[in-house]
């Protein structure tokens, strides 16, 4: 499996892009910014991009996308409940004080559960609200990866004062989704270093906090 991580944009999300070595098929997940520096980094890999993923539709995770979409002719995907978001987008960045440009739509959706083939890769969707509507995590598991977008980072957890945001639904979706993983997952999340479910089980003061310990 290829991963590359790029921290990129001024809110420092994590970008990924994602392949199947032997096939040099590949995706990007949450291109929020940068998107010649993206464009860089998958050609540096050699992986033909067959997909745009999305987890969630915050600004800080789309910025990028459009640009994209014309570099590769290909489709976008994310869960349905994250399209309505994703259609605000000029006004999530006008209450940040930002401009955006071209909004992206998306060619399809991704239900729970649903796995999404990469090559050989196989990527799992597990639907993890709380953070932001129709929030998505990706486990990989032959590989021992889930990709968390902003529900859980490293010695933290999503924020959930933006629209659609809550911290019961986010603590549930943590507790039932990500910590029933095994503890050595490797947790790749929209910001912040990666760490591993274990690490978050017995670390992160928000879960303790949260009272699911």
């Known amino acids: 499996m290829i991963l590359e991580m790029l921290t990129v944009g001024p809110f420092q999300?994590?970008?990924?892009?994602?392949?199947?070595?032997?096939?040099?098929?590949?995706?990007?997940?949450?291109?929020?910014?940068?998107?010649?520096?993206?464009?860089?980094a998958v050609e540096q890999t050699g992986l033909e991009i067959g997909r745009i993923l999305l987890t969630h539709a915050h600004v800080d995770h789309i910025g990028a996308v459009a640009a994209l979409v014309d570099e590769y002719a290909c489709p976008v995907l994310a869960h349905r409940e994250a399209e309505l978001m994703l259609q605000q987008a000029p006004t999530q960045a006008m209450m940040m004080g930002m401009r955006?440009?071209?909004?992206?739509?998306?060619?399809?959706?991704?239900?729970?559960?649903?796995?999404?083939?990469?090559?050989?890769?196989?990527?799992?969707?597990?639907?993890?609200?709380g953070h932001a509507p129709g929030h998505l995590a990706l486990h990989v598991e032959d590989e021992e990866i889930v990709l968390s977008g902003d529900a859980l980072f490293a010695g933290s957890v999503g924020r959930v004062d933006l629209p659609g945001g809550s911290m019961e639904v986010?603590?549930?979706?943590?507790?039932?989704?990500?910590?029933?993983?095994?503890?050595?997952?490797?947790?790749?999340?929209?910001?912040?270093?990666?760490?591993?479910?274990?690490?978050?089980?017995?670390?992160?003061?928000?879960l303790k906090e949260g009272g699911l310990f």
Not at 25 to 40: K, T
Not at 184 to 198: K, Q
Request: hydrophobic fraction near 35%; include cysteine; proline fraction near 7%.
């Open 100 to 129: 955006f440009g071209r909004v992206p739509s998306l060619d399809g959706y991704i239900e729970d559960e649903e796995v999404v083939a990469v090559g050989g890769l196989r990527l799992r969707a597990l639907f993890t609200p």
């Open 13 to 40: 999300e994590n970008c990924y892009v994602i392949g199947d070595e032997e096939s040099g098929v590949g995706v990007i997940v949450d291109p929020g910014d940068e998107a010649a520096r993206i464009s860089l």
């Open 170 to 206: 986010l603590m549930r979706s943590i507790e039932e989704r990500l910590l029933a993983l095994p503890d050595e997952t490797r947790v790749y999340s929209g910001h912040g270093p990666p760490t591993t479910i274990g690490e978050e089980r017995e670390h992160n003061p928000f």
